[in-house]
């Protein structure tokens, strides 16, 4: 083809040259003109022979394009067969399977079953688990795509000849669980309701600081966690209730820094969280640098050994729990400070602090004594209970140098739930000092040493959680066998006993005034006011849900029967009065809101005399006041019986028939407004049955008793207040 074209194109330039002297002698113009044309057939060829060129030359193009896909993708698969015979490598030294069911042996290794496919229903896989010489195996769900109703994946203990030793447990996502080596089952079912994708199970020797330090778990509210990682899971993905207060201590002996790790959590937001506190062992007390963790994924990182952790809920809205895990970084070859950690799970103990607590290789070091306690919820109204400090004894002894520093004893609680409630964000801290002892008053005159006597309920907590820390800061202190003890204790509210009057003729009532009650609460109180024919009560402060708590009072005779109606108290009607030296005093609280307690005062009542058909009454020392009139026994017929109500600055008078047996065709009570002359005024409003009320305005009334000549029935007791100007109540 080359030589085709060399060849036409010197013929061309021959044929060209051959015209131009054709031209120039302009002879034999009839050759010249064939020559012409040949000339552009010529022409016409080459193009055509330069178009089939390009189109070798793309072909050529695409087929080295093709070759060199090949030469990358055969790169590729060589890359990935490198890959597989290290995998296959790594598989010699950590036991792996992906089958259903087998047996491994070794110190680590790997379940993956159907990582990235679907699971049969009614499947049923068992694994045996061998770790030569391992007191402790760790398994760590690291995926799983199981359904959370119905497929599980359980793990126990097995004894030499492969029966079970310990209830299995079974395992939940990003979890840790451990049991008794050398030996375990792994096993994997699924129900037939329903399906998803497989998981990955990674088991290790673990060694007793691990395995202590992981196993906090789901049912314990607080605790002690000792080691370099570890993990807390409270109420993961259910429900906890409110308010609670977990402690947990956290303490990596030979770490220079702990790492925290929010991995899951459906907290409340702004109220409901976990936060991180370190302390200052050169002070023995909390640092005010709080941090809060409260979404997924938040870290927060402390340059100490040692972290207080508090799961804090409110009184409100509930959520569902959190998962959290930690891990220690840096080293510490000589730590300085030795801590002695406790959490108290019983409801009652004695903590002292004493010498015996020592080990001989750790006389040289400084101590910090660390001990909390919880405020789990468990369904039960923590608010039901009252917790707090009794001290037995203390000895504090000053440093062994020129300083007026002293042994110390400094308690903590968390802040309670109606302080937190007023931030519309997380507050930065969320632990308050309650008490600290020697305080710097006791220590102005810098003795040797200071003794605090017997204090009974030295501190009382509100959410019945506390933390304290002793800081024994003289070498002495335990040579001389100096100690500090107190007992915790959780005991009863007083919520209800039998109460008489203070002094003279009235008492007081207080109920968590400034706190925070419980939902279902209830509690009664016995009110006994000796030679008293009324008690009068009034509502003085209260915090109560609007829509359902209250307090009510009813009259009670000698043996405890009720004598009359319940009377409810609340801002709307705080005040009331019941007949008689004794009254039931009753508080409740329903399931959903709750609020703050109350205060109520109560006082000997003017005599009535239930007989008296009319009279001027001046309600000046209550905003209420109450007319009876034969409750308990018949009245005559054609009765007419008048009552004038002075109350000077009542805009208006509210009634309420609080009790009635009238004749229901014909008797009733009406009620107006009147002059100071007691001559009825505007609109009258008949009462007839007992809860109707009225409103009419004041400062005067009129109330007026009528029966019929045709019967009769039993007589009335009808209460009247004073209410906020402008407010109506229509006769009901």
């Known amino acids: ?11 061309t330039l021959l044929v060209v040259s051959s015209a131009g002297k054709v031209k120039e002698g302009d002879s034999h113009s009839n050759s010249a003109s064939e020559d012409l044309s040949e000339l552009q057939h010529t022409v016409s060829i080459l193009e055509d022979s330069v178009g089939h060129i390009n189109e070798t030359v793309q072909e050529q193009q695409k087929l080295l394009r093709t070759i060199s896909d090949s030469i990358a993708s055969f790169r590729g698969e060589l890359s990935n067969v490198g890959t597989r015979l290290t995998q296959l490598e790594n598989m010699q030294s950590t036991p792996s399977t992906s089958h259903c069911g087998g047996r491994l042996m070794g110190e680590s290794g790997v379940i993956s079953y159907k990582e990235f496919e679907m699971y049969a229903v009614k499947e049923s896989c068992t694994w045996i ?126 770490s ?121 919820g468990d369904g039960v109204p923590s608010k039901k209970f009252i917790s707090g400090i009794d001290l037995n004894e203390g000895i504090f002894l000053r440093a062994n140098d020129s300083s007026c520093v002293y042994d110390s004893l400094t308690f903590y609680e968390p802040i309670p739930p109606a302080v937190l409630q007023h931030h519309d964000r997380i507050p930065s801290h969320n632990w308050q000092k309650k008490a600290q002892i020697p305080s710097k008053n006791d220590t102005l005159l810098c003795p040797e040493k200071f003794s605090v006597p017997k204090q009974m309920a030295l501190l009382e907590f509100d959410v019945h959680s506390f933390l304290a820390i002793y800081k024994p800061i003289s070498k002495d ?46 509690c009664s109180w016995i009110i006994e006011v000796t030679n008293a024919t009324q008690i009068d009560f009034n509502l003085e402060q209260n915090g109560f849900q609007d829509c359902c708590d209250y307090v009510q009072v009813v009259s009670l005779d000698m043996e405890d029967e009720y004598q009359g109606p319940w009377l409810r108290l609340r801002a709307g009607s705080p005040t009331a009065s019941v007949i008689g030296s004794r009254a039931h005093v009753n508080f409740k609280s329903n399931e959903y809101n709750v609020g703050t307690g109350f205060r109520l005062r109560y006082e000997k009542g003017k005599p009535l005399d239930e007989n008296i058909c009319g009279e001027v009454l001046n309600p000046m020392l209550n905003d209420f006041g109450v007319i009876i009139y034969k409750p308990n026994e018949n009245y005559e017929r054609n009765e007419n019986c008048h009552w004038i109500i002075e109350a000077p600055g009542w805009e208006r008078i509210g009634f309420t028939l609080e009790q009635s047996g009238f004749q229901p065709c014909c008797d009733f009570v009406t009620v107006s407004s009147a002059t100071a002359s007691g001559i009825a005024t505007g609109q009258r409003f008949k009462l007839k049955y007992s809860k109707r009320n009225a409103s009419v305005k004041g400062p005067n009334a009129l109330v007026r008793f009528t029966s019929h000549w045709s019967g009769t029935g039993t007589g009335f007791r009808l209460r009247y207040e004073k209410l906020p100007a402008l407010e109506h109540h229509d006769a009901q």
């Not at 083809?1 to 013929?11: A, Q, S």
């Open 1 to 11: 083809m080359k030589l085709k074209i060399i060849f036409m194109f010197f013929h």
């Open 129 to 254: 688990i061998e770790v030569p010489e391992a007191h402790k195996i760790g398994f760590k769900l690291e995926k799983s795509g199981l359904g959370r109703c119905c497929s599980i994946v359980n793990v126990t203990s097995l004894d030499t000849d492969g029966l079970v030793q310990q209830t299995s447990a079974k395992i939940k996502l990003y979890h840790t669980v451990f049991v008794d080596g050398p030996n375990a089952m792994v096993r994997f079912e699924s129900d037939r309701s329903r399906i998803g994708l497989g998981f990955r199970l990674s088991y290790y020797k673990a060694t007793d600081l691990n395995s202590s330090a992981e196993s906090i778990t789901e049912s314990e509210c607080g605790g002690v966690i000792v080691g370099e990682t570890g993990a807390i899971s409270y109420k993961y993905e259910e429900s906890y209730f409110n308010p609670e207060r977990c402690v947990w201590l956290v303490h990596s002996p030979t």
């Open 256 to 376: 220079t820094s702990i790492t925290f790790h929010l991995r899951q959590a459906g907290f409340e937001k702004y109220y409901d969280f976990v936060s991180v506190t370190t302390i200052d062992p050169e002070t023995g007390t909390l640092r005010n640098d709080t941090r809060l963790l409260s979404k997924h994924n938040e870290t927060v990182t402390i340059q100490e050994s040692t972290a207080v952790v508090l799961f804090s809920s409110d009184g409100i809205v509930s959520g569902t729990g959190f998962f959290l895990t930690f891990s220690a970084n840096g080293v510490i070859t000589n730590p300085k400070y030795v801590y002695k950690l406790r959490h108290i799970g019983e409801p009652n103990a004695t903590i002292q602090y004493s010498a015996s607590d020592r080990n001989d290789d750790e006389l040289t070091k400084q101590h910090i004594y660390v001990t909390a306690t919880s405020a789990r």
């Open 477 to 522: 202190t335990f040579e001389s066998n100096a100690v500090v003890s107190f007992d915790y204790y959780n005991k009863p509210y007083k919520c209800g006993e039998i109460v008489q009057p203070l002094e003279g003729e009235f008492g007081i009532i207080s109920y968590k005034e400034n706190e925070i009650y419980a939902d279902l609460e209830e």
